[in-house]
């Protein structure tokens, strides 16, 4: 039989791929879950135990959570990444380091043909794709979904009649679930007016009130919760938990798409966000003017070809030593207090703090010079602009 690697979720695209090129289509389906954050073990099980209902001939889970903590996350903490200004890159993130595991196991088992459950307009076959040829050129690339044009309905009434019986009512929505954050596509996000309904956010609100919480940063990065050290990747996990209590993370990320359209999913990140926020606050303080311009740049770029599948350009090690080197004195607590649906950043406290008393208090005590040399230096520093005005002013 013809050897094929599915890339498997357990959601409705991957179990229509499943069904339709084991029984249909007569590959010897090996079926691939990439764990990048976000699964239990009784949740891998259960993904496990339908991947054998869809027919496939092996079920594969890879742990990737360490890896794409250290290969991608960490990288967009220290940009302090957020797409438009607000989306954390939870789901395209991920997809690059699933599909790196996937092509990887599926030369290890010498595949000939390796498949994924991605539409002909999201940006997912653009990264997929791009990662699988890059990496193994020889290996076919199969795609149902994209190739069928079908829609969810389509694959929804497929697998009723194929005997696959499961709550496809929960297809209504499809939730990528990750480290980094979980995306929520539907109806609403399909149009420009309409929010997602409560209901469709996977972390309900639980508690009220407030809450304060110290997050300890060591050249960057995340090692302790409240005093208490983990690996920077249980520290999202811990964080996560707590602050999705508070319904804290959700919003709609409306962006250009590789494929040139424009689009729009609802996503809940909040591990994610408070990070990305306190650790730029401990960044202001610790970094100089011109660090913190370049690193600006630097990242949006990071980001952006990141969400792209450009993973693998070499200009994106060049941009990640740049981020790592300025991390060499981002180290400090952040207090952070969580409430209902938000949270706030309420200070820091860093042995690298550069509002440092002993230089002068801003807009109250000049200790480090004069008022005869802020006068100028006053004046050297208006000098451009006052030669340009005279010359360039008509009488």
């Given amino acids: 039989m013809k050897k094929l690697v599915l890339a498997y979720s357990g959601g409705l695209d991957t179990s229509y791929c499943a069904v339709h090129l084991s029984k249909e289509k007569g590959f010897e389906v ?22 054998y209902k869809m027919g496939v001939t092996t079920y594969k889970n890879i742990d990737a959570v360490s890896t794409f903590y250290h290969k991608v996350v960490k990288f967009l903490i220290f940009g302090n990444v957020l797409k438009n200004n607000t989306y954390p890159l939870s789901v395209s993130a991920e997809r690059i380091i699933q599909a790196i595991e996937i092509i990887e196991y599926a030369k290890i088992i010498n595949a000939q043909y390796i498949a994924h459950g991605s539409t002909g307009a999201g940006n997912d076959q653009v990264r997929f794709d791009m990662i699988f040829q890059i990496l193994a050129p020889e290996i076919q690339i199969i795609t149902p979904i994209r190739d069928g044009k079908l829609s969810r309905q389509q694959e929804i009434e497929y697998l009723k009649a194929n005997k696959i019986e499961m709550s496809w ?19 609403e996000t399909l149009t420009s007016e309409s929010p997602l309904p409560e209901q469709a956010y996977p972390s309900q609100l639980q508690k009220e009130g407030e809450e ?75 970094l100089t003017k011109w660090q913190l311009q370049h690193k600006e740049y630097l990242a949006s770029f990071y980001g952006m070809h990141l969400h792209e599948g450009q993973y693998l350009d070499p200009v994106m090690r060049n941009i990640e030593a740049f981020l790592e080197s300025s991390q060499e004195k ?38 480090g010079w004069s008022a005869e040399e802020a006068k100028g230096f006053i004046k050297i520093l208006s000098n451009q602009n006052k030669i340009y005005h005279q010359v360039n002013t008509k009488s």
Avoid: C, Q
């Fill in 30 to 51: 090996h079926a691939v879950s990439v764990n990048t954050g976000g699964f239990t073990p009784s949740e891998i099980s259960e993904i496990e135990a339908n991947a």
């Fill in 212 to 286: 304060k919480l110290k997050l300890t940063f060591s050249d960057g990065e995340l090692t302790a919760l409240n005093s208490i050290e983990n690996s920077p990747e249980k520290n999202i996990e811990l964080l996560n938990s707590l602050a999705s209590s508070y319904a804290i993370g959700r919003d709609i990320h409306v962006g250009d798409t590789i494929v040139g359209i424009k689009g729009r999913v609802g996503f809940e990140a909040a591990a994610a966000l408070i990070i990305i926020k306190a650790h730029h606050l401990l960044e202001k303080h610790t």
């Fill in 330 to 367: 981002v180290t400090g607590d952040v207090i952070v207090s969580l409430k209902p649906y938000h949270f706030t950043l309420d200070g820091i406290d860093s042995p690298h703090d550069l509002m440092n008393a002993k230089f002068g208090s801003y807009g109250e005590e000049n200790i």
């Fill in 169 to 187: 009512d929960k297809a209504k929505y499809s939730v990528n679930k990750g480290l980094w954050g979980t995306s929520v596509g539907g109806a």
